[in-house]
Each structure stands twice: as C-alpha cells, then as structure tokens.
C-alpha cells in the first residue's frame, strides 16, 4: 500500500479527501525547514565535536568557541552554540517561511540525530505557524484545502 505522505506529495490523494485532513506516517514525516527546533534549543557541543566544526570552518579552534559559543555555558568540557535572541546563530533564512543551517555539513551530531516527527512540538508549532496546518491526536495533518495543497507541492519539491 501507497505511503499516505507519499499520496499526498504526488497528488494521488483526491482533492475531495485533501481538503480536510491526510493520515501522515509519523516515521516518515519530512522535515519542512521551518527552524523552530533550531529556535528552541540550544545545542552542546563536546571539545572534540567543536575542534572538527571549527576545522570543517578552517577556523583557529578558540576563535571558534569566542565567536559562535555561548560564554555564559560553565562546563568547561563542552560548549554551547551561541543563540541569537531568536535562533541559533548558525540559522539562515533561505526562502519565505524555509530556513536552513549554515553549518548543514558539518552541525554537531546532536542536530545530525534530530528527526522530523508530527508529534513532535517544534514540527507541529512550524506547520501551524507556517502553514496554518494542526496535527490531530491520531497524526492527521488538518488544514483548510489551500493549506494542505501548498504543504503537498512543498513537500513534493524537497
Ligand atoms: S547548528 Fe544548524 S541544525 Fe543545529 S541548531 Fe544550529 S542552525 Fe539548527
Ligand atoms: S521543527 Fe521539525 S520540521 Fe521544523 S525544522 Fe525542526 S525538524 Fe524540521
């Protein structure tokens, strides 16, 4: 059987049933680049994770931590990546409503572990904020019909 978010991308989900709600599969649910999680926490860093960032940025390791760390973090085994008084630092706008980490390639394991999930708040406060779009307590994403035919072509072109 069709993976319900994979429908819903391609279109094959009728309009008719689109406009009021689709059954997304949690496990599969993408990340639609809205950077709450990236506004919300603040990510640690361990020497070593932040020695392999500040070389991928060919950057002196010290002059790394004293521009992109939080100088108020107290462990002096670890680090936390500065946080403007929105996001972290290393969050970029690239597209209305969509974000992107400037450091993608090389952003500590902690964001490299991180997955997208419609039951996970950051995920469902980016598709109301952005998309006017609710999850319901059995994971349906509800919407008006115009909502859900944007998220479907956004997610049909990640
Ligand atoms: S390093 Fe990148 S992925 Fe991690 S919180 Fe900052 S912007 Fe988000
Ligand atoms: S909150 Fe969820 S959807 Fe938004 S950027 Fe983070 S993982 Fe992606």
Do not use: E, F, Q, T
């Given at each position: 059987m069709a993976n319900p978010l994979e429908s819903f991308a391609s279109g094959t989900v009728t309009e008719a049933s689109a406009k009021s709600s689709f059954v997304a599969d949690p496990t599969v649910f993408?990340?639609?680049?809205?950077?709450v999680c990236c506004s919300i926490y603040q990510v640690r860093v361990s020497r070593s994770e932040a020695e392999r960032i500040a070389d991928r940025m060919g950057m002196n390791y010290w002059d790394w931590v004293g521009h992109h760390?939080?100088?108020?973090?107290?462990?002096?085994?670890s680090h936390l990546i500065g946080h403007t008084d929105e996001a972290c630092i290393f969050l970029e706008k690239a597209d209305v409503d969509v974000y992107r980490c400037?450091?993608?390639?090389?952003?500590?394991d902690s964001c490299r572990n991180w997955v997208a999930g419609v039951f996970k708040p950051a995920c469902q406060e980016g598709l109301t904020r952005f998309w006017n779009i609710r999850v319901s307590s059995r994971g349906q994403l509800e919407g008006d019909g115009d909502s859900l035919t944007r998220l479907r072509r956004f997610i049909g072109m990640l």
């Open positions: 993408p990340c639609i680049r809205c950077g760390c939080d100088p108020r973090w107290p462990d002096s085994r400037a450091i993608y390639d090389v952003r500590p």
